[in-house]
């Protein structure tokens, strides 16, 4: 019986060091193609957004995409019906990545965002804030975003009469 544990054991600690475990472990580490592949898709969003094109900033998401803003709700539709909603053109702006982790095929991005609007209505201002961005690696190795949130102050411009 100590011979069937012991042999047993060994199997199971053969398999764990097989080259399909190393794989699996080399799978959940987090890469610099990874974090370059990340980056790419901020600066997709950054061109998509300052191009008023919420379509292209929605294709970045996740289909079940997650913002935590009161008024948000879940899927890329909601995104962007919330979108073309604000009643805003971006003139210019940036995303600037201040801080992007990762493990495996999760990964976070704090990324700060200033930038340059006009309304509607015509009135210009200033928008700046903080988005926090979960991303996730999908089956065909491409990373999209699984979750935002943000908070941001704007600005009109001062109208003297």
Known sequence: MKQLRFLLLFALVGAACSPSSKA???????????ESAIRGV??????AWLANDYA???ALMVPDHVETLPVAGVGREAA????????????????DVKRLEGSGDLA????????RYTTD???????SG???WVFRKGPDGKWAIAASSYQGVSKPDSTTS
């Open 24 to 34: 699996a472990n080399a799978a959940a580490e987090f890469t610099a193609d990874d």
């Open 42 to 47: 901020v600066g997709q969003f950054e061109r």
């Open 56 to 58: 292209s900033v929605v």
């Open 80 to 95: 962007l019906e919330r979108y073309q909603g604000f009643g805003v053109s971006f003139t210019s702006g940036t995303y």
């Open 108 to 115: 976070y991005a704090w990324v700060e965002f200033n930038g």
């Open 121 to 127: 209505s015509g009135v210009g201002g200033m928008e």
């Open 130 to 132: 903080n988005n926090l």
